[in-house]
């Protein structure tokens, strides 16, 4: 069972930058898919990117493409999700989640499909 911690989450300004990060232990970060997720008060649990471990290749929202950037360190066991200019709209706890039979979808995978998650960071973006 492979298991997942976030941190680096925070209150930033819009505008502002941050970088996410999910230690993964228990398993090797090679095997998995790991995905980020967001979840706002009221709002149902959405993709936010996602990479595959067996080519590298990345998924990004709608939402977030061209401000989100995933990227992976095997030999840390940690996967980064660097999110530039951030908006209010931002705002929510964010997830990373990790599944070993996975390929990310590239139009997006639900949060369903996932079966390893982290406990969350929230990032709040307000002036």
């Known amino acids: 069972q492979v298991q997942l911690v976030e941190s680096g989450g925070g209150l930033v300004q819009p505008g502002e930058s941050l970088t996410l990060s999910c230690a993964v232990s228990?398993?090797?970060?090679?095997?998995?898919?790991i995905g980020w997720f967001r979840q706002a008060p009221g709002k149902e649990r959405e993709e936010v990117s996602c990479i595959n471990s067996s080519d590298g290749s990345t998924y990004y929202a709608d939402s977030v493409k061209g401000r989100v950037s995933l990227s992976r360190d095997n030999a840390k066991k940690t996967v980064f999700l660097q999110m530039n200019s951030l908006k209010p709209e931002d705002t929510a706890a964010y997830y990373c989640a990790a599944d070993a039979d996975l390929y990310c979808s590239e139009i997006g995978n639900s949060w369903r499909d996932f079966t390893s998650w982290g406990q969350g960071t929230q990032v709040t973006v307000s002036s």
């Open positions: 228990g398993s090797t970060l090679g095997y998995h898919a």
